[in-house]
């Protein structure tokens, strides 16, 4: 793989990525028209998230200080709980306890924890498949479908101006696992997770944030869980290609992630489903040649 053509492909995840559209699906069928399908793997997939991931961060900085001071007041108050129910024991009358979720960003980061565990789990039982997803476009052009039809079912739910306080846990775990899904090419990580919020009766704005906040986690268990790293990818791809990849991810993801906040503000699952229907297509047709 050339610089360039990483360049591009970090220029197409940069888009991608922040779209109902699957960057990793569009990855691999980029690589397959550039003819270096061979030369991309479940690891380059994950590894150009990086960019995107760096993306996400400055754009919602400010709802990444809150959601850490909101963790951080958890632990804080958990502790004290903790100690006030060891002190009074035998007498629980004596003694206050602090609420835990007393503000929107503290449960956000409950039910974002708590999505987060169907989608470990079920990322890892689709490891292997994913992997080879990520070298067939056929299984990339099955994800694309999966990706249009929950877009699509989607679609029709009414919004039901759902916010934090009236979140379920069920809601959480719901759309943990439909971003769990998204470990296969094709898959939408920001397509599932709208879905599964459209779905669970979520507010359109609560909708965008929990899907661009919960990717982050996601994206740090995906590092984590391939393990993936220039040096180890650089010895089928390069480390160069590597590097400017995820400048070039990075630096595009900024640029479109405030107009991408914006326009997934409208209702348009429709629309993407059709896309993506398209993208499958045109990934069969690919396969097929």
Known sequence: MSILQAMILGCIQGIASFLPVSSSGHLVLAGSFMGISTGLSLKFLTLMHIGTLAAV????????????NALTG?????????????????????????????????????????????????????????????????????????T?????????????????????????LIIGAFQGISAVPGVSRIGMIMAG??????????????AMLISIPSILGGLILEGPSPVSVGKTVGIGPCIAGILVAAAVGYLVLRYTIRLLNR???????????????????????
Request: a positive charge; proline letters at 3%.
């Open 57 to 68: 961060c400055l754009v919602l900085k400010d709802d990444l200080f809150r959601l850490w």
């Open 267 to 289: 209702n348009l699952n429709r629309f993407f489903a059709v896309y993506c229907l398209a993208a499958g297509v045109l990934s069969i047709i690919a396969y097929l040649h």
């Open 197 to 210: 919020c459209s779905l669970a009766g979520f507010s359109r704005k609560y909708t965008i944030r929990y």
């Open 74 to 146: 958890l632990i804080r108050d958990g502790i004290f709980n903790l100690i006030t129910y060891v002190q009074n024991f035998g007498h629980p009358e004596d003694g206050e306890y602090r609420p835990m979720l007393k503000s929107a960003y503290r449960r956000l980061v409950v039910y974002m924890a708590v999505s987060m565990i169907p989608t470990f789990l079920i990322a890892l039982i689709l490891r292997r498949f994913a992997e080879i997803g990520a070298r067939n476009l056929l299984i990339t052009a099955m994800g694309f479908m999966v």
């Open 148 to 172: 249009a039809l929950m877009l699509m079912v989607s679609s029709f739910s009414d919004d039901r101006k759902k916010k934090p306080k009236g979140t379920k846990y069920s809601d959480a």
